[in-house]
């Protein structure tokens, strides 16, 4: 498999220009191709000579030019994604707000704020910090905060269970997984990540919350009347405490969470692929 890449030096240097990024806005709207004379219009550039230089630089990677006209590649679609998006460009404090669930630590109410693009999580009460993770403003747009932390409920499992299986959230391409330590606020020993061998993204999540999408532990959880897919993760003690979680060995990777709810508690075995390979269910 062959592939032409622009190096970040070369894709930086040429979308630093007000008019090639109005050209590639100026294409948003349209599914057809936009003939030349059209496209200069709605850039609004008068020069004839001056558009094409421009319009050129774009062309291969960004843009592409058919017999009917010029459309986006997928690499300019993203770019004006990005740029409408305001993950560029925006930023926006929201909060402090109540969030749905409890603290695992003491039991107290939780509350939410949106600040420097990320979404945490704290107790009202003895003030644990819950989670705090990146978010990007765009998801702030046309919702409360009862939407928004929804649609981040949703945005943050759906894209780790990506990473998880090998695929990269952010660019689709191939993740790797790693171990690593956490920093002092996380209640953790030892948390699995998983880095984009392509994009670099990272992103990391406990043991617990990979295993709590297993049909043997939504199955635990139904039994007592708990939904997964509806429930957040972070009101489900061993996705946001070490506690429950025991890391056997590293490497192999052998680790068992336990899962608790009502009288009964269930544990499952993890091995190197992240599948479970034992489960053990009984009263406590």
């Not at 004379?37 to 030019?65: M, Q, T």
């Not at 994604?81 to 409890?102: I, K, R």
């Not at 708990?226 to 405490?241: A, F, G, K």
Request: with cysteine; glycine share 8%.
């Amino acid at each position: 498999m062959s592939s032409q890449r622009l190096s970040p030096a070369e894709a930086f240097e040429i979308l630093g220009d007000d008019v090639r990024l109005s050209i590639l806005q100026a294409l948003k709207d349209d599914r057809n191709p936009v003939s030349f004379s059209e496209l200069r219009e709605r850039a609004d550039v008068d020069d004839s000579g001056r558009f094409n230089y421009h319009l050129d630089r774009l062309r291969g990677h960004f843009i592409r030019r058919t017999d009917d006209g010029y459309e986006l590649r997928y690499h300019g679609k993203r770019v004006v994604e990005t740029v409408l998006s305001g993950t560029l460009t925006d930023t926006a404090t929201v909060g402090p707000f109540s969030v749905e669930g409890s603290c695992y630590a003491c039991g107290g109410a939780l509350e939410g704020v949106y600040d420097d693009e990320r979404v945490t999580i704290r107790c009202t009460d003895c003030e644990e910090r819950i989670l705090s993770i990146d978010y990007p403003p765009s998801a702030l747009q046309n919702r409360d905060t009862e939407e928004l932390m929804e649609a981040y409920r949703r945005w943050a499992t759906t894209g780790m269970m990506l990473a998880a299986n090998g695929v990269c959230p952010s660019c689709g391409g191939k993740t790797e997984r790693y171990l690593f330590e956490p920093d002092n606020h996380l209640p953790f020993e030892v948390l699995v990540g998983f880095e984009c061998i392509v994009c670099t993204n990272r992103s990391g999540t406990s043991f617990a919350s990979l295993a709590l999408r297993k049909s043997a532990v939504e199955s635990f959880y139904a039994d007592h009347g708990v939904d997964v897919e509806t429930r957040p993760y972070w009101d489900i003690e061993p996705c946001v405490t070490g506690e429950y979680t025991s890391v056997e060995s590293r490497d192999p990777l052998d680790v068992e969470v336990t899962f608790p709810a009502g009288d009964e508690e269930l544990r499952v075995r993890l091995d190197d692929d992240l599948n479970i390979v034992r489960t053990v269910r009984e009263r406590v």
